[in-house]
Every structure is written in structure tokens, then in C-alpha cells.
């Protein structure tokens, strides 16, 4: 699976983004896909995840309430919405692929990666 993220940008705190994620490959739909991000000076972490089918999803407490992780298998897309946003949620933005039927939060669980989109919240 090749994944394209796009979307990021630079928003004032309290701003709404909308991160994209083109995936494409065999068997896009049967994966979970992903959000991750990495902030400088900071280990990768997890965002947000939906299955498969996108009837399950979840969101990092940091998260909670101000994201929401859609997909949209008709296009091969996922979507993160981020709203409410913060200077803490700077940082590099990764879309990933994981050949799994659940929800997976750990990076050594996806098998593909996309090459990052930076959003640059400013206070």
C-alpha cells in the first residue's frame, strides 16, 4: 500500500485543518489506517485510527473531542478533521496502513507509511 498525506499547513491556535490521506494498492480497503504525528524533539505518536469498514474508530485522549478520523473507501481516502487546534498539536502529521481487522495504536502494527504533512499551529 502507497499512502500520499496532504492537507497540513499553518492555522492560529483555536483554527480547523483537514488532513487527506491517498492510499492506493491491493486490498486498500481491508486495512486500518491511521494517523500518527511527531513533534520536534518528540517521539512518534498515535492520533487516531479507523477500521476497515470505518464503524470503528478511535482518538488519542490528547485528541478527544477536537478530531475525528473518517475514511472513505470509495475513494481510498482517510481524512483527519482537526478542530479546536492547539501549539502543542504542532508537529508532522503521518498517515499509515495496517493489514489488520482491528484498530491497531502502535507503530510496529502498520506496514506502511506515508511521507508526513507538517501542521504548524501558531499561538
Known amino acids: 500500500v502507497q499512502l500520499q498525506a496532504s492537507g497540513g499547513g499553518l492555522v492560529q491556535s483555536g483554527g480547523s485543518l483537514r488532513l487527506s490521506c491517498a492510499a492506493s494498492?491491493?486490498?486498500?480497503?481491508?486495512?486500518?489506517l491511521g494517523w500518527f504525528r511527531q513533534a520536534p524533539g518528540k517521539e512518534r505518536e498515535f492520533v487516531a485510527v479507523v477500521n476497515w469498514s470505518g464503524g470503528i474508530t478511535d482518538v488519542a485522549d490528547s485528541a478527544k473531542g477536537r478530531f475525528t478520523i473518517s475514511r472513505d473507501n470509495a475513494l481510498n481516502t482517510v481524512y483527519l478533521q482537526m478542530n479546536s487546534l492547539k501549539p502543542e498539536d504542532t508537529a508532522v502529521y503521518y498517515c499509515?496502513?495496517?493489514?489488520?481487522?482491528?484498530?491497531?495504536?502502535?507503530?510496529?502494527?502498520?506496514?506502511?507509511w506515508g511521507q508526513g504533512t507538517l501542521v504548524t499551529v501558531s499561538s
Open positions: 499509515a496502513a495496517a493489514g489488520n481487522p482491528g484498530t491497531p495504536h502502535f507503530e510496529y502494527e502498520y506496514d506502511s
Open positions: 494498492g491491493r486490498y486498500v480497503s481491508s486495512y486500518a
